[in-house]
Nanobody, 123 residues
Framework: QVPLVESGGGSVQAGGSLTLSCAATYTYTRNHVGWFRQASGKEREGVAVIGTDGGSTYYADSVKGRFTVSGGENTVYLRMNSLKPEDTAMYYC???????????????????WGQGTQVTVSS
């Protein structure tokens, strides 16, 4: 059983918007849910993270002011506005139980992953 299921990806023109959803399929211990992306030929990078305790949020500099992460225990969303061609990637959600000093945007810290949803932004 896949622990997380992403949806909402698609193809949009630059300047458009999309909202991704991440649904947990079963309960397990975690205190952060993150969105990550991987473009063709590039490493996976952290995009946005939310704490499940009530909403501490963290964003990559490249998406600040354009993307918003929200949600609760079972479903987390990523609202993406003002999309750019460089946002094109496979987007994944993942969960982790993180200590206070761990980098929230580092993919290696996350141990449950979804299968991803493709976002394509054309110019």
């Amino acid at each position: 059983q896949v622990p997380l299921v992403e949806s909402g990806g698609g193809s949009v023109q630059a300047g458009g918007s999309l909202t991704l959803s991440c649904a947990a399929t079963y309960t397990y211990t975690r205190n952060h849910v993150g969105w990550f992306r991987q473009a063709s030929g590039k490493e996976r990078e952290g995009v946005a993270v939310i704490g499940t305790d009530g909403g501490s949020t963290y964003y990559a500099d490249s998406v600040k002011g354009r993307f918003t992460v929200s949600g609760g225990e079972n479903t987390v969303y990523l609202r993406m506005n003002s999309l750019k061609p460089e946002d094109t990637a496979m987007y994944y959600c993942a969960t982790a139980y993180l200590g206070p000093k761990e980098d929230r945007l580092m993919a290696d810290h996350y141990n449950y992953w979804g299968q991803g949803t493709q976002v394509t932004v054309s110019s």
